[in-house]
């Protein structure tokens, strides 16, 4: 694994250079996908990396978990709350679409859900714009293959640098990096609602999901959702659909 760190630091390194860019920023949430990018973009720019943690009306315990992974890599951090602006979006457009009749309280939560994640989104660009740096992505290579992220949200990234690692593998990586213990042990969630777990929701588990993507025997009913979960979300995985020259 130190092997793999090593070289995912220098592919890091040497992305920015391409770019002609300075480094990378992330957003820290507190839990373990987050924690260690930031631990990695940390190694490969000591001096021009940046965590941002943006609670947007979170569960305050992902403060203190963000807070532990910024002590824990000694990357520079800012932080910017997202509830109030998130509330001003939202409630606007909660009250054009009640005035037309056109509200779905059901499918709102999720839009409610997904924009937390675009407005970290559009945060995290704003601060890269700043100061020169790159977008660095969190998800791994379970998350990717499912489609579990939010199109143009924490799917909206310019780096991937854990695409091919499985959640086992993130894990491993982890305590390799000193991520602490805590955040490494805690159930995968989106925090996107009060009690959200990412394996709840899915229907599946990251141990299936993981074992499916090494090529082991998974029960049906797992493959299954995994399967329905790749196909639905092939469109996440690439750019605009666009038509041929008519
Ligand atoms: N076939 C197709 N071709 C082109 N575009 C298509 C499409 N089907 C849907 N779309 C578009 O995509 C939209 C749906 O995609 P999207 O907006 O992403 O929404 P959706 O996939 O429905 O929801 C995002 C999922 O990711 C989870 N998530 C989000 C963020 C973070 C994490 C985490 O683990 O931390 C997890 C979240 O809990 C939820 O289950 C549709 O509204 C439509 O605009
Ligand atoms: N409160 C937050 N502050 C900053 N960034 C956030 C916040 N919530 C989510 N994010 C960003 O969105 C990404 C996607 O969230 P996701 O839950 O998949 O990863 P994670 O929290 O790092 O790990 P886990 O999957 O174990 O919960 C995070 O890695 C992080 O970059
Ligand atoms: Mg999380």
Redesign the pocket.
Known sequence: MEEKIEKLILWLQEQVKNANLNGLVVGISGGIDSAVVAHLIKRAFPNNSLGVIMPCKSNPKDVEDAMKVVESSGINYVKIDLTETHNVLFTSIEKELKDKGEWDKEKAR?GD??MR?RLRMTTLYAVANNFGYLVTGTDNAA?WYT?????Y??GGVDLVPLVNFTKGEVREMAKVLGVPKEIIEKAPS?G?WEGQT?EN?MGTTYEMIDKYLKGEAVPDKDKQVIERMHRI?E??RNLA?KPPKF
């Open positions: 999720l859900a997904n994640a998350e489609g579990y992220f939010t199109k949200g924490d989106a996107l990412d929701e979300s469109h996440k659909a």
